[in-house]
């Protein structure tokens, strides 16, 4: 076994060479900021832009995918201390969202499957909910019928945490286009990558205006969320209601971040289907270990992976440690969400919520041997074969090659 075909996995694609000539002219002139051009600034566009891609009537770009659910909850004007359920098995983001929105989060059971146990979401929904926020955890879709059926019935708004799904369809409809708001991520380990950056997408005039209004778009700048010429008198009724009504919060994105994205919007469907060819590849070879098994995708989800999640089977806590020794001594890191140290994805670790997180025994037993490896797009067939090699022999190291565990 050598290690010298372990590809790095946290190497980005390079960024697209158009996105140099736009920044230079951008630092040339120095036009950074999205409200000094009168119209069509590389924010604007890179709104109109994603806002086409996915089939939604508005976006709003913003500084990171956390700013864009912290004013989602903000433009549906949820009172204070309104109650939103959120799954138990996301980044710590969300919860801080909810918090930040002066609400309160309360957490549902996750299955082993990394998806929203949707008898246990019903459960809590009777609990005076105000609001969900759906989190495709790392790209995993929670059924969506069933939540979007529950909700509308409560007529509770469903706010998409797509940060991880940009690409993912479900019955062919794009992830984050099924709530009312769907927010994304462009921070360095997402399908695209600006380093940090986010955007929210709504065909609700009245919610964007808000969040327009609140992300910092001060006296009339909301004029420049309307593309020239562009008549739309119900965005535009909606930003005159909420004209000095709103509180400032400042979470614009800026020039240099658009220029940044704009060119890999195009790169988007190439990235989701190596990123697919790669999770597949490799989710199969390790259904081939007895110790290693790769949870389904849901009938209707057409996925977007850009990293793999699998459940270690019959092994005991000592065991799942030895695993992660073992891959990382064969160069690759595999995180177990719940035996890391302060994981920010494990729900024990967010104490800042107001009475302290609830147990979730389903949740954590799921988390205790749930491991995380990244998988990015550019990765090759010869560097999956090396990272299927170093996971299957991590565990055959720990627990022998013997039948698949019953
Ligand atoms: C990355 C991520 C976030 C946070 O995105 P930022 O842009 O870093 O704020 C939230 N939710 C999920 C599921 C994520 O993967």
Known sequence: MTQQN?????????I??????????????????????????????????????????????VSSCSAALFLSLKALGLPRDARVLIPGFTFAAVPSSVVHADCVPVLCEVGENYRIDINDFQARLEDSIDAVVISHMRGHTSDMDAIMALCAARNIPVVEDAAHSLGTKWHGENIGTIGRIGCFSFQSYKMINAGEGGILITDDADAVARAVIMSG???????????????????????????????LYNLRMSNLSAAVIRPQLGHLARRVSDGLRNHDYVANALENSPWITVPDKLAPEERAPDSIQFNLVGMSDDETRAFAEAAAERGVKVQVFGLSTDNARAFWNWEF??????ELPQTRKMLMRACDARLPARLTMPELDSIIEALTSAASDVKGAYAKAV
């Open 6 to 14: 372990i590809p790095s996995v946290y190497d980005a694609e390079p």
């Open 16 to 61: 697209p060479a158009e996105a140099r000539a736009e920044i230079d002219r951008l630092l040339q002139t120095g036009d950074l900021f999205r409200y000094t051009a009168p119209e069509d600034a590389p924010v604007a566009l890179l709104e109109r832009e994603f806002a086409a891609l996915l089939g939604a009537k508005y976006a709003l770009a």
């Open 217 to 247: 778009a001060y006296e009339h700048n909301w004029r420049k969320h309307m593309a020239p010429g562009d008549n739309s008198p119900e965005l535009e009724a909606a930003f005159e209601r909420w004209q000095n009504k709103l509180p």
């Open 353 to 358: 919520i107001p009475g302290g997180a609830p």
